[in-house]
């Protein structure tokens, strides 16, 4: 289900005569990358389900896996996969630099006029993202909300504290910031990547506040989510939280 708002984002018309129609728009050209830290037991799965979906939906795509300097095999994993397929590409961290640094990496490196983003853990279906591009038709952005997020209670109250800070300081009428889902259109990007100084968990709101800033169109699309089975969940960590909080700050009083 997609949810919409008052120009400079997109209004609700899109629901009407899009998702309840037969539209078709062509196949897009597009760049799908997964920023990872230590996900050598989803990287395999997450990148062939990638390149299943993207051959049927895209007339040209690339697969880019960012390893943000990982102490596991998924900078390994990662070549692996690319030396099999000429459409994965992969992209190097010497050192883990954060989750911020390791999108602007993906951004940088994606050539096709679409961009999106999943986050590497496995707990999304990216046979949904049909559902995305469908939605970029009149916007320039398009930001996945978990319908029913399966985190763990605390994680799931920090994102809602954190959401409403978001909305309280930067006016963002997104309610799921950091859903780590979405498309974004290539010139957006180019306008809006030389400005970013976001190296950690901030990079969303970042990323928001801007578009709003520049007038860009943003439209939110219900996405499903589903258990991490494998790996570690770093964001609820307390040091964490209370670092993306002092980070919100900070950032209010840059643009503000």
Not at 21 to 28: A, E, N, R
Not at 36 to 53: D, F, H, L, P
Not at 95 to 113: I, K, M, V, W
């Amino acid at each position: 289900m997609a949810s919409s708002y008052n120009p400079p984002f997109a209004s609700r018309q899109f629901f009407i005569e899009h998702l309840l129609t037969d539209h078709k728009p062509p196949k897009p050209a597009l760049s799908l990358f997964f920023p990872m830290y230590n996900e050598e037991g989803n990287i395999e799965e997450v990148v062939t389900s990638a390149v299943a979906v993207l051959s049927e939906i895209a007339d040209e795509y690339e697969v880019i896996v960012v390893d943000d300097g990982g102490r596991d095999r998924t900078g390994e994993i990662a070549d692996r996969l690319a030396a099999a397929n000429p459409r994965v590409r992969v992209v190097h961290h010497a050192s883990n630099q954060g989750y911020g640094a390791a999108l602007r990496s993906g951004f940088a490196a994606a050539t096709q006029p679409l961009v999106a983003f999943v986050d590497g853990d496995n707990q999304f279906d990216l046979g949904e993202l049909p559902v995305l591009l469908r939605a970029i038709d009149g916007v320039d952005i398009v930001s996945g909300y978990r319908i029913r997020r399966r985190d763990p209670v605390l994680r799931r109250l920090n994102s809602f504290l954190y959401n409403q800070a978001c909305r309280l300081l930067f006016r963002i009428p997104i309610r799921d910031v950091n859903c780590a889902f979405k498309v974004y259109r290539r010139q957006v990007l180019d306008g809006m990547l030389p400005r970013l100084r976001s190296t950690g968990a901030l990079i969303n709101v970042e990323m928001l506040a801007r578009s709003r800033k520049m007038g860009v169109r943003v439209r939110e699309v219900g996405v499903h989510h589903y258990p991490r089975e494998t790996g570690r969940q770093t964001g609820g960590n307390p040091a964490v939280i209370v670092r993306a909080f002092r980070e919100l700050l900070e950032l209010w009083r840059e643009l503000w």
